[in-house]
């Protein structure tokens, strides 16, 4: 079954220190992986873009991991500020690069709180 | 910047009304797709268009119907809403092979 999963469900942590959010999936044909940032009652914003070749992926303090071996993605955001607190969905596209990719496999996203 | 613009943030509707939600996004985009977000459920699909007048089923169409008559338009109709369709519903729009972008979401009540 294709199933994308994340942990924790939810964390909190003080402004100013680092943490890593987790992404395991069971997706083939794999053809991407995403990360995704939702503020509250607003739609994801895209953070991240990696593809089976690609194993990291910086966005300012935001750096993605991707294990293809593994099946396995990490999100760590450094330094944290107060306007990070939102939900991050890991969404891996299911289908080939060249082909029709359209099947977007959702996890339920990680919610974060920052705490001054 | 790609934008995606759905009509209203909000809306109340009563059961049994025949509800429209509107999306238009601005970059010539074949794909469009409409999305429900419950808590704990996550996005779920519930119909997408890879052209004009074309659509097709997601995980969840049931209640649900779409209309797709000019390519930067993609609309979701409830023919008579229900209470268990109150959510937040998401479009996102999608070149051949570039990120999903999305909306700010219509959060829709039903009374």
């Known amino acids: 079954k294709n199933q994308v999963e994340q942990s924790p469900q939810s964390l909190i942590i003080l402004e100013g220190k680092n943490c890593t959010l987790q992404c395991n999936y069971t997706v083939s044909p794999f053809s991407n992986l995403r990360w995704y940032k939702q503020d509250t009652g607003r739609g994801p914003v895209s953070l991240t873009i990696?593809?089976?070749s690609e194993n990291t992926k910086s966005n300012g303090r935001y750096t993605a991991t991707l294990d293809a071996d593994t099946k396995q993605s990490s999100l760590h955001i450094t330094a944290s500020q107060l306007s990070d607190s939102a939900s991050y969905i890991c969404?891996?596209?299911?289908?080939?690069?060249?082909?029709?990719?359209?099947?977007?496999?959702w996890g339920l996203g990680t919610s974060l709180a920052v705490n001054p | 910047d790609v934008k995606v613009t759905q009509s209203s943030r909000y809306l109340v509707k009563r059961t049994g009304e025949k509800v429209f939600l509107e999306c238009v996004q601005d970059m010539d985009h074949e794909n469009m797709f409409w999305y429900r977000q419950d808590p704990g459920l996550g996005l779920r699909l519930i119909y997408f268009s890879y052209d004009v007048k074309m659509k097709e089923k997601g995980d969840i169409p049931e209640g649900y119907s779409v209309s797709r008559e000019k390519k930067e338009r993609f609309s979701l109709i409830l023919e008579s809403a229900s209470t268990n369709q109150t959510s937040m519903y998401l479009c996102?729009?999608?070149?051949?092979?570039?990120?999903?972008?999305f909306g700010q979401g219509t959060r829709l009540t039903v009374v």
């Open positions: 969404v891996v596209t299911q289908g080939y690069e060249a082909g029709n990719n359209r099947k977007l496999i």
């Open positions: 990696m593809t089976f």
């Open positions: 996102a729009s999608k070149g051949g092979n570039t990120e999903a972008f």
